[in-house]
């Protein structure tokens, strides 16, 4: 087939949409498709254009058997709903032009909107009208009631246009998916044909990330005692993930007086626009400690040094989005504490796994994270299932196969040309994110 991708979020970032886009691109070239990506320079999580990268300027590269073509892009200093808009908006505008050249040239077969952001999509339905192509929309949040929980549209009419504007999308694609199987019942109450829509979760390499049953190199690097006990959050910082409840839950620790909530190291790896604010508010606090997001190619080991690991959640965006830091998290073969309520996704996703406690009750965190500390036995036991859910529903190879199936029904191309498994993995998963910036 040949395939053309639109989507702001793109390899090389480590996390988030861009992660998945470039590594279901990569996969997809690997099959023998033809796939050309337009999208714009890396800047998540951070919110700054990555080195190597220019904000203004088209340009075309070679990434993983891919034809990536870069779209200038606005990103804002301050991250505000106004800034956000003027953001999206930006690479909505500048890559009509790259998306309609592609088009040409690549004469597509099928048309690939990755949400966010909806403000491309319009290009995509046109030249997939003019090229005869399928067209499919992936999405990968809400973008619309999540911009509106986080009070990011400055007027009421605004969001009204927003919302009409995404049904009337949901309605003209062929194939719309998303990552959960909520999201999935969300997109037909949003107007989506019951019939096109489809689950396409967020996967994980097996492989790549696995329970490291040795020494940690990187726990020796940041010189993390043996004996100290790590609650690990490891992602990006935004509004939307709630992080202060981390801030909080490590000051009622703080002052518990017994040895084991005392051992605690609360680790927070990653960065974004919260970064800043929440260092601040933890600046007098022994047992909080930030880093920085590790390469790739140490994610795993990043991840084995969590004893436990945490994701917060904001009660006002569940089941508007799937954490893509869960699969990771649950292939490490760890227990995850999450703050979600009981009847959403999440919860349903770590049964067995994980420990759920309301959003944005640090009380309750801390009590599940000391019940954690005081029972091995328990933390073995839910790492080991929640290794077994990564291997059994969100291996790679599986997960990308299927869907690479769906494509090609869709796209009137016959059966899936499914590969031997140890031929597929020629490349891990996981090597995506790391690419050259300058291309291969």
Not at 328 to 336: D, E, I, K, N
């Amino acid at each position: 087939m040949r395939i053309l991708i639109v989507g702001i979020n793109f390899a090389p970032e480590l996390t988030g949409v861009g992660k998945y886009t470039g590594e279901m691109a990569a996969w997809l070239a690997r099959l023998g498709h033809s796939v050309t990506m337009v999208t714009a320079p890396p800047y998540y999580p951070s919110w700054q254009v990555g080195p190597g990268y220019r904000r203004w300027g088209w340009r075309r590269e070679r990434w993983k058997g891919c034809t990536v073509i870069r779209c200038p892009l606005y990103v804002p200093r301050r991250v505000s709903g106004i800034g956000r808009l003027i953001h999206v908006a930006s690479f909505s505008l500048s890559s009509i032009a790259a998306a309609i050249a592609a088009a040409l040239r690549a004469k597509p077969d099928l048309v690939v909107a990755i949400a966010p952001t909806l403000m491309s999509s319009p290009v995509t339905l046109a030249i997939a009208r003019l090229s005869g192509a399928k067209t499919w929309l992936h999405v990968q949040d809400f973008e619309v009631e999540v911009a509106a929980q986080l009070d990011l549209f400055p007027y009421i009419g605004l969001r009204r246009v927003a919302v009409a504007f995404e049904r009337y999308l949901l309605q003209r694609f062929n194939l719309v998916s998303s990552i959960s199987s909520k999201m999935v019942d969300r997109l037909v109450v949003k107007g989506a044909a019951k019939d096109r829509c489809v689950l396409f979760p967020n996967w994980v390499d097996i492989d790549a990330i696995r329970p490291i049953d040795h020494d940690n190199p990187l726990r020796r690097e940041l010189q993390l005692p043996e004996g100290r006990t790590i609650a690990l959050y490891a992602g990006s910082m935004g509004e939307k993930h709630g992080l202060e409840i981390l801030i909080d839950a490590a000051r009622r620790l703080a002052r518990a007086d017994d040895a084991q909530s005392a051992s605690l190291l609360i680790l927070v790896a990653g960065d974004g626009p919260e970064r800043l604010r929440l260092q601040a508010l933890a600046q007098d606090l022994p047992n909080i400690r930030f880093i920085d997001l590790q390469p790739v190619e140490r994610l795993n080991e990043l991840l084995n040094l969590a004893d436990i690991h945490l994701l917060p959640q904001r009660a006002d965006i569940a089941d508007l989005v799937m954490p893509s830091k869960l699969g990771p998290m649950l292939a490490s073969g760890r227990p995850v504490i999450a703050t979600v309520a009981p009847e959403t996704q999440l919860s349903a996703a770590l049964a067995g796994s994980g420990v759920i406690v309301p959003p944005g009750d640090a009380a309750a965190l801390v009590r599940a994270i000391q019940r954690l500390i005081a029972d091995p036995a328990l933390r073995q036991r839910l790492g080991r299932t929640a290794r077994h859910q990564a291997e059994s529903e969100l291996n790679a190879e599986q997960v990308l196969n299927q869907m690479e199936g769906r494509l090609r029904t869709l796209a009137g191309r016959g059966e899936p040309r499914y590969r031997d498994a140890a031929l597929i993995a020629v490349a891990p998963v996981a090597e995506i994110s790391a690419a050259d910036p300058r291309g291969e």
